[in-house]
């Protein structure tokens, strides 16, 4: 006999949660099912652990650079990684509690802590038992690829999740993949102490980004030391004593870098293979993303997906958004859509990189006409008083509607200020908007009317 409910949420990333809360509030009857920790990703191996690591890292580093502000510390910094660890796992274990918690206390809800899987579109098995629902919302996630790199069967290796439980100061971390992740950790891990190296396929750091930006971007990491390897087009791995030995370049000999440990951030996998979407008939692409619309509707009627299973999106800002897109649409007559929302995420090193909509690069490609401003965080007053002027501001415009194409902000509180860039994005308003706001001094947003006011020609 299956039991039945209205709605099933299998995973509790960053979506399914807060659609259980909303479904549940309706009166729908919601079964919510996860495999492993409560919160998923960004709770318990993601965004807020390492931006915890990331705050006790900067800190060290501050404290390091204490001197020239002045300020005295008697003898040498240290760095205890059993406190740092503590640190993260309190703050992320509250989260992980918090969602459990909340999850357990719907009315009308019910909490499978299991591996769910579909046995056809309407029915689900999670620990021996069937649940059946007309509803099925699927938020369950991604996890890090472990790529098929020669001789990795051979080495032990770090991710993202096994890093959690480090508590220790490797003596050199190699980090495989310089992009968002390896950067994150290849920075806070040189700031605790370790010698730290990033390999990288690509001819430079995080590819997707402006060139401009990745050139900053390495020389902010090579200033604190990072030995940053690029054009690494054949990546082998071998163990040579205590040693991990990673080989950078098939086509030439000795291009070898030994490391203590190994952490592999090379990309994300959809946790989507072991979920019987066969007998659900669920379609999923070439990379196991599933298939969905501009509503996050799969090809089968009644059951959504949500989160970065779905390839849409990859951050945590983006499943919440899949969560209010679905939740709009079922439940508030309100037909919104992921083709309305504006690229955005942010690089958490330090200085931050905030982006939002298109790169300099997609604007020229586009062919529009458009205008461009740049400043360098030296030209801004609060960066300079902190002593944390590195980085520079970027905004690209459309020339004949005036309207902000899309920016990049790498600097002190990159982040935050990006945000005023992207409010006028969605209000499509005209650049003109910034440029007569009065903003507060001394802070970096109050040099975006000024940035805007320096706009020349994209040429
Ligand atoms: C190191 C790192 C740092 C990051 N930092 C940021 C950041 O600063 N900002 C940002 O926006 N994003 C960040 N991200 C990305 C962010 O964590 C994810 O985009 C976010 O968690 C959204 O994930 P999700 O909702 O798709 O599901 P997830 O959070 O991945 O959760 C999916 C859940 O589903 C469960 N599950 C899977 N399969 C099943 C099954 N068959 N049955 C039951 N349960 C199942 C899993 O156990 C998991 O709990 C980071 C990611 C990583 C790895």
Redesign the pocket.
């Known amino acids: 006999m299956a039991a039945r409910f209205d709605a099933i949420i299998?995973?509790?990333?960053?979506?399914g949660p807060a659609l259980a809360a909303r479904l549940s509030k309706a009166g729908m009857k919601v079964a919510v099912?996860?495999?492993?920790?409560f919160?998923?990703?960004?709770v318990n191996?993601?965004?807020i652990p390492?931006?915890t690591l990331v705050a006790s890292a900067y800190a060290a580093h501050l404290a390091r650079r204490a001197g020239e502000y002045g300020v005295g510390i008697a003898g040498p910094i240290t760095v205890d990684m059993k406190r740092v660890k503590a640190r993260k796992d309190e703050i992320s274990g509250r989260s992980n509690k918090g969602v459990e918690d909340w999850m357990r206390g719907l009315a009308n809800g019910a909490v499978y802590h299991g591996?769910?899987?579909f046995e056809s579109p309407r029915t689900v098995s999670v620990n021996g038992e069937i649940l059946e629902a007309d509803k099925i919302f699927i938020?369950?996630?991604?996890r890090a690829l472990e790529p098929p790199m020669p001789g990795l069967d051979q080495v032990p290796y770090l991710t993202?999740s096994s890093m959690m439980a480090v508590d220790f100061l490797p003596e050199h971390l190699i980090v495989v993949g310089g992009s968002y992740?390896g950067l994150?950790f290849g920075q806070m891990y040189r700031r605790f102490g370790s010698k730290v190296t990033i390999v990288e396929m690509s001819p430079r750091l995080i590819a997707r980004e402006d060139e401009d930006i990745s050139n900053a971007i390495r020389e902010i990491l090579e200033k604190e030391d990072i030995q940053i390897r690029l054009n690494a087009e054949c990546i082998t791995a071998h163990r040579e004593g205590q040693q991990v030995v990673i080989g950078l370049d098939c086509a030439e000999a000795n291009k070898e870098v030994a490391g203590s440990h190994l952490l592999l951030a090379v990309g994300?996998v959809p946790?989507t293979g072991?979920?019987g979407l066969d007998k659900a008939g669920v379609e999923t692409d070439k990379s196991g993303y599933i298939k969905v619309d501009d509503q996050l509707r799969t090809n089968v009627p009644g059951i959504w997906a949500?989160?970065?299973?779905n390839g849409k999106g990859?951050?945590?800002?983006?499943?919440y958004n899949d969560y209010e897109i679905v939740a709009a649409n079922l439940l508030d007559h309100d037909p919104r859509k992921v083709s309305d929302r504006i690229t955005t995420?942010?690089l958490?090193i330090d200085p931050p990189l905030g982006r939002a909509g298109m790169t300099e690069a997609q604007v020229r490609a586009s062919g529009r006409q458009a205008l461009i401003a740049t400043r360098p965080m030296t030209r801004v007053s609060r960066a300079v008083e902190k002593g944390e002027s590195q980085g520079f501001m970027k905004v690209v415009v459309d020339a004949e509607s005036k309207q902000i194409l899309g920016a990049a902000i790498l600097g002190v509180t990159g982040d935050e200020v990006i945000h005023t860039l992207l409010d006028v994005m969605y209000a499509k308003a005209p650049y003109t908007t910034v440029t007569r706001a009065m903003h507060i001094h001394p802070t970096v947003s109050e040099l975006l009317p000024t940035l805007l006011q320096e706009l020349k020609p994209l040429v």
């Open positions: 299998i995973g509790t990333g960053q979506a099912t996860e495999r492993k920790l919160g998923g990703t960004c191996t993601g965004c390492t931006k591996h769910a899987r938020n369950v996630g991604g993202n992740i994150e994300r946790n072991d979920l949500l989160g970065d299973c990859a951050f945590t800002h983006t499943s995420y942010a958490f």
